[in-house]
């Protein structure tokens, strides 16, 4: 179907079947089945049934299935691939169709299919279209053939990419996890998902949004747990490819980076393409190394099977990882991907054994110069509320690449083994999952600290308990503290479009004073048990607080207004307990100013992050570049209401992270803090040690175990992690091949107090009242995910002049 450039196109009110299912990425209305069979009689015109045509694309010379192959329904926007077996299947209503299979490596054909309501077995060989031609170098000084392709694609894909205005398509994904070590094919499999979704791009700005409309998965995976969508696909018309700046085998200076060879002529659907080689010049510098296809007619790329050079920063864990692309001919000579495959073994030591991913997608339905409103947008993402609950004819009509034989049958297998209440999956369940229930802080089943002791007790957030409530509830007891915590609140969502929410909250618990960097949402359970270390300090509060937040502008900006009424008391350290030093205590926990707290605050917050919409719930992720910003103002005054308290608090946090001159990826954080008249203890602007078994990328690591307080506070923190850049940009042969990452860091702090008068608990605080200084380096790509970092103090306090500790990232 061709949709013309004035049609208006709505993701709610599309013309196209799957728009109908309340698309909402990451979504949840749930259709009964009256439902679903009343939309399959609407969607295919009161046909709910229909043919289903199956086969085997194979050599006509060796015989050989052929695998992936393409099925094209002429007249239609529908395609399919062929499985890795060559085996095909394809739902068809009743009619008569000219069915198209094509491979990069032979000739197209053609088949006429009368369907009915019947299954219909049609086999098909294809030719051989491969012509070999001798592999000729390209050197930097000569245009020869394959270096006239190549500036001949680069000349003209600014005219391709300007006819590329708008597009929606819907995709099929599939991910198979093995395991390398297993020879059985089909025990080998030990993960299988499934989505199909529809996407939608809007040049030239970029803007790009994906929708899972339905998705299945083995049984030993969680629904909410498969989120394997098709992103975006490499497109290597683009001169920079990707957030690691990958340089395109067609970008303006491609010259500079890339020596070529031509390898093959091919035929795609009556079109002469070349197979061209790159061969990067750098190990330094970003670069694909495999193949590109070039079709002759518009010099357009139509295929890629790539890999990366040294210098693309891949986790360690990935290893040969493979992207293949194969396109097909649509109108106007638009050439775009109907195949996506990507594949790597991934080596997490000690957490999984050797395992292989294989993921393959098959596009397909491709409109173009869609008009899309401006709502199409708002998510990067979403999951639609109905993708669990899809009928087995509409998935059938969706699944564009049949299981193979070991595929279907690894199904299988792992849904009878999860389905045998055994001793051995109750035994692994206790030990896998109960641990990640016990230190969520979602659920809060159990944390200890110093204060509360052993705490047990259970939370959850229910967020669409009503189309626009969301309730919170938790509870439990403090074995060492004695007492019983509470905290219900309720947010009540009075503008979607808007995000204009009000919230209600009792609190009845222990909370902690803010710190500067350890997350407010952070556990220590397992440094403060094993070795007493503990980066908060503690008080009890028990009140109430309301708040209202909205967007301001956008959906990365959001400011809100809250009223706290507290009763905050002081709490002593209740237990000395942990499984080592036993003969050492727990870090004292500083008094605060008993009292009625009563306070009015203003947050602005804004982010470069993307918003997703999983079954109605939002949140966000960042990307890259990113920059995050953070506004807050706190006042409290005995003139305003009846308070103990009297003062106002300000903060600034800013966060930066970018790629910077194809060096490998800097962060910076800076936070400023200030207050008038009488901060309380509670207030306090604290620079915590951020202590524990790993370090805080920007944690200053040289504190020990000891808190710089103050009314007034500063710090600054800088990392640049080189990956293995520096050490492949060296050239020298011993030194270009050590395949560990490099980064260094530093920071600075300052804290103070001014026209203060002393407050419970300020002889247990430090005050930096010149600037704490730190410098350091890492070494990365360590087994278990580990860095190793080494830290030295600058200034003159009396905490470490030298530390090493471990980190954890790539």
């Known amino acids: 179907m061709t949709f013309k450039p004035e049609i208006v196109y709505s993701p709610k009110v599309a013309p196209h079947k799957k728009s109908m299912l309340n698309i909402s990425n990451w979504s949840r209305a749930i259709f009964s089945i009256p439902l679903n069979l009343l939309l399959i009689f609407i969607l295919f015109g009161g046909e709910i049934f229909g043919a289903i045509i199956t086969g085997t694309v194979s050599d006509s010379q060796s015989g050989q299935p052929i695998p992936y192959a393409t099925v094209r ?52 060989k294809l030719r051989p279209g491969i012509q070999l031609i001798k592999g000729m170098k390209v050197y930097e000084r000569q245009y020869d053939e394959a270096q006239r392709i190549i500036l001949e694609a680069i000349a003209r894909k600014d005219s391709i990419l300007a006819k590329m205005k708008s597009i929606s398509f819907e995709a099929y994904t599939r991910m198979v996890l093995r395991d390398r070590k297993e020879t059985d094919s089909v025990k080998s499999i030990g993960i299988i998902t499934e989505t199909q979704s529809t996407t939608y791009y809007q040049w030239p700005d970029d803007k790009r949004k994906e929708v899972i409309i339905a998705r299945r998965q083995s049984a030993n995976l969680l629904p909410e747990m ?58 330094g510098t970003p670069l694909f190394v495999g193949t590109v296809d070039i079709v002759d007619s518009v010099f357009a790329v139509v295929g890629a099977d790539i890999g990366f050079n040294k210098a693309v920063q891949i986790p360690n864990m990935i290893k040969r990882p493979h992207y293949s692309l194969r396109y097909a001919c649509f109108e106007k000579d638009r050439w775009m991907p109907v195949e996506i495959h990507f594949s790597f073994d991934l080596a997490i030591l000690l957490l999984l054994p050797p395992c292989s991913v294989d993921i393959i997608a098959a596009l397909h339905n491709y409109n173009f110069d869609v008009k899309f409103p401006d709502s199409t947008f708002d998510y990067a993402m979403e999951i639609a509320e109905n993708v669990d609950k899809i009928d087995s004819t509409t998935w059938d009509s969706g699944q564009l690449i049949p299981l193979t034989e070991n595929e279907a049958r690894g199904y299988k297998r792992i849904d009878s083994v999860v389905k045998k209440m055994s001793f051995e999956k109750i035994i692994y369940t206790i030990c896998t999952k109960l641990p990640m229930a016990i230190f969520n802080i979602k659920y809060d089943i159990f944390h200890f ?10 939370s959850n957030d229910w967020d669409n308990i009503a189309s626009r409530l969301g309730i919170h509830v938790k509870t439990g007891w403090a074995f060492s503290g004695k007492y019983w915590q509470h905290n219900y609140g309720m947010d009540y969502t009075l503008s979607k479009r808007q995000r204009l929410k009000v919230g209600l909250e009792y609190y009845d618990e222990i909370t902690r004073r803010p710190t500067i960097i350890s997350s407010p949402g952070g556990n220590p359970t397992f440094v403060a048990i094993v070795g ?26 959001t400011f809100s ?43 602005f917050q804004w982010a470069t992050t993307e918003l997703i919409k999983n079954k109605g719930k939002e949140k966000k992720v960042a990307t890259l570049p990113y920059t995050g910003l953070r506004i807050n103002l706190e006042m409290a005054s005995p003139k305003f209401i009846k308070n103990d308290f009297d003062f106002s608090r300000y903060s600034v946090w800013f966060y930066h992270q970018r790629r910077l001159l194809g060096l490998g990826l800097t962060s910076a954080f800076i936070y400023v803090g200030a207050s008038e008249k009488n901060l309380p203890p509670q207030r306090y602007f604290t620079l915590d040690c951020a202590v524990g078994i790993f370090y805080d990328a920007l944690a200053f690591k040289t504190m020990g175990e000891q808190n710089y307080a103050g ?24 030194i270009k091949k050590i395949p560990f990452s490099l980064s260094v860091y530093g920071g600075a702090f300052w804290t103070d107090f001014r026209n203060h008068s002393i407050q419970p608990g300020d002889e247990l605080m430090a005050v930096a009242r010149k600037p704490y200084r730190e410098i350091g380096f890492s070494i990365g790509n360590l087994p278990m995910l580990l860095r190793l970092n080494f830290t030295w103090q600058l200034s003159h306090y009396s905490t470490s002049h030298f530390a090493f500790n471990l980190g954890m990232g790539f």
């Open 561 to 603: 207004v809250s009223y706290k009424d507290f009763n905050q008391s002081s709490v002593p350290n209740k237990t000395d307990y942990s499984l080592f030093h036993s003969d050492s205590h727990h870090r004292p926990n500083p008094a605060i100013v008993n009292g009625k707290y009563r306070t009015v605050g203003f947050a």
């Open 711 to 734: 009314n007034r506070a500063m710090a600054v923190y800088f990392k640049h992690d080189f990956g293995t850049l520096l050490f492949l940009k060296s050239g020298l042969p011993l």
């Open 226 to 283: 498969n989120e394997m969508a098709l992103g975006w696909f490499i497109d290597l018309n683009r001169n920079r490819v990707g957030s690691l700046s990958v340089i395109s085998p067609t970008a303006k200076d491609a010259l500079d980076y890339y020596n070529y060879y031509i390898l093959d002529t091919l035929n795609i659907d009556g079109h002469q393409v070349f197979r061209l080689e790159m061969e990067p010049k750098s190990q």
């Open 532 to 557: 007493k270390a503990d980066p908060y300090d503690y008080y009890l509060e028990k009140g109430f607080s309301a708040h209202l937040e909205t967007k301001v502008i956008t959906r990365q900006a």
């Open 449 to 458: 600290n110093r204060v509360e002791g052993a705490y047990i007790g259970i």
């Open 73 to 124: 329904v002429e007249g239609t926007g529908r395609s399919m691939l062929a499985n890795a077996s060559g085996q095909y299947r394809l739902r068809l209503e009743n009619g008569t169709y000219r069915l198209k299979f094509s491979h990069i490596a032979y000739y197209s054909d053609t088949l006429t299919i009368e369907s009915a309501d019947s299954s219909i077995q049609q086999n098909i």
